[in-house]
């Protein structure tokens, strides 16, 4: 079975500083998607970046990258110029290429932003 | 972009009554939905997956028959929770998936329903 580790439960970042949340992955396939997910305390699931497994090139949008390294199954997020709006749970999650399309999500990293 | 509408978004009730929450797709057409559960300071866990026209596809331990899940169209899922209890009591939240061919496109949530059972 596909599994997903945040290995960090709480991080805080000051306000203008950058913070990296980490993300670890075991899976056999090849064809995936990898994903990071925001949830602040209103609870909505907001889509903060995707990565596709077949591309080399790490995402960006805007103050937020990933470090996606294939070999090692790591996908690790980069805040840049924290905002107090930041603060929020952090979810990295793992889909198949195929199939059913379900994600697996790892147990959150619980992110402040100190101002 | 993509919109999912999840409700209600609060329910208080009292132990035994039946609940259904609603997940419709406003902009798209969504050939699977899901459904997940999330407990206080815990992840999303995956319930089940509803397919339009097809019975729902249940994750190991969740019980058919306490949570009914229907999808009867392309727009809409439904999740009854059947003689709740306070056990019941939690978050819960649907996500679908556009029914376009491109594989890599992300699930879309609905705001969730946060269940409270007397």
């Known amino acids: 079975a596909q599994t997903v580790t945040q290995s960090q439960p709480e991080m805080s970042v000051q306000e203008a500083e950058t913070v990296t949340l980490s993300c670890t992955y075991d899976?056999?396939?090849?064809?995936?998607?990898l994903f990071w997910y925001k949830q602040p305390p209103s609870r909505q699931m907001i889509l903060v970046i995707r990565?596709?497994?077949?591309?080399?090139q790490n995402a960006t949008e805007n103050r937020f990258s990933v470090n996606f390294q294939k070999a090692a199954k790591s996908f690790s997020l980069k805040i840049s110029d924290s905002q107090l709006g930041d603060a929020a749970m952090y979810f990295c999650?793992?889909?198949?290429?195929?199939?059913?399309?379900?994600?697996?999500f790892g147990k959150g990293t619980k992110l402040s932003v100190i101002p | 972009g993509a919109v999912v509408s999840q409700h209600p978004s609060r329910v208080i009730c009292k132990s035994g009554t039946s609940v259904k929450i609603e997940c419709r797709s406003l902009d798209f057409q969504a050939t699977t939905m899901f459904w997940y559960r999330q407990f206080p300071k815990q992840s999303l866990m995956l319930m089940a997956t509803s397919n339009e026209g097809s019975k729902a596809t249940y994750e190991q331990g969740v019980e058919k028959d306490k949570f009914l899940i229907n999808h009867a169209s392309l727009t809409l899922s439904t999740l009854t929770v059947t003689s709740a209890h306070p056990e019941d009591s939690s978050f819960y939240i649907c996500?679908?998936?556009?029914?376009?061919?491109?594989?890599?496109?992300?699930?879309?949530f609905g705001d969730g329903t946060r269940l409270s059972i007397l």
């Open positions: 990565q596709e497994a077949y591309k080399q």
């Open positions: 899976t056999s396939e090849s064809d995936y998607y």
């Open positions: 999650a793992w889909r198949s290429g195929a199939g059913s399309y379900q994600l697996t």
């Open positions: 996500s679908a998936r556009d029914r376009g061919p491109y594989s890599n496109q992300p699930q879309h």
